[in-house]
């Protein structure tokens, strides 16, 4: 009998994006025994988890916490402002953009995608001669992806702001920042944004369970012009709640709020410009190691400028079967879980297999992306997919500078 030969023991990394890697701090706060809900710690951390969650997403104004996953709050967002009949306009970079917009079929409403692939940004031009050409004002919100997870595009939310006051159009700004809050810088109010959903298990750093919808006024104003909203999922109660359980629809979520104080603990002691700088600085290593390997071979970053890239994830390209041979190596041999390709390829197309992604939000220091990075170049060699030499190098170089 030969023993299977694997370097897989060890702690594992999971390098996808989302749900991200755990603090030890946040796994410890919730490995406890269930507090009471009526009064005391629970009740208390609630109150400054709702103010420190405002910090987070730099405003001032309201938000709602939702048991849900990031679909949970694409539903409740959409469910507080649009109601049948609506109309909405969501430019779609990537996959998740076709995902909220398919929400509103479900709610009687009717979603206008502008398609714009799987490998750029929005092109305001085309945006604004939609908002130009709706004149009776028809489309309630734009839909918007920060970040789009599956191309790993960073959109850019001011300046369709800009766009849409230039226009003079009343819709109303929502956006999803699933993937990118607390790693990509995000300034609601500043922004001018209406409506932003995030969940807790990306940059926030908890396991998958609970989200969020931040709400401004104006939104708050265009939800008390519905003529109803289920009851479930409407935000005014979570965010101003007369009894306790109210702010989350029924019991609460125990062990994510103490989750949560904690990682949000983690994030502010950091400070937010520091957890961006961060997230760029590591992102950038990234790319240098995957434009070295890009040189020779069928390696690419799925996004060439960089101005346009994440900081949170990055999707790549190194042609069917390898993308999953790749996956499948680093998993088995190293213990190194990367992202599959999401929305690249049908899933039953061969080339579905040509894609991976890498997930680096959230708790991740220089030594994990290093360590990464070393997985990916001894995968690429172990099963042979040719590649410019110098990546973690060139990584390790980005990594010095100050
Ligand atoms: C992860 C993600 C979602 C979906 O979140 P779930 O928690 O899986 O429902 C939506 N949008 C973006 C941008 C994401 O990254």
Redesign the pocket.
Known sequence: MTIPKTLAAGRQYLAI??PSVIPDAVLQAMHRAAPNIYAGELVDMTHSVVVDLRRVARTAQHVAIYIA????A?EAALSNVIGPGDRVLVPATGR?GH?WADMCAGLGAEAEVIDFGRASTFDLDRVGEALKADTAHRYKAVLA?H???SSSVRNDIAALRALMDECGHPALLMV?C??SLGCDRFEMDDWGVDVMVS?C??GLMVP?GV?FVWFSDKAAEARAGLARVSRYWDWAPRANPAEYYQHFGGTAPTHHIFGLRAALDLILAEGMEQVWARHAHLARAVWAAGEAWGQEGPFRLNISDPALRSHAVTAARIGAPQGTALREWVSSQIGLTLGIGLGMAAPDDPAWHGFFRLGHMGHVNGQMIMGMLGGIETGLNAIGVPHGKGGLEAAAKVLGES
């Open positions: 994006p989302g996953n990031g679909h949970g694409w998740f995902g992806t970040v789009d997870t999803d699933i993937a969940a298990q990306k998958p989200s």
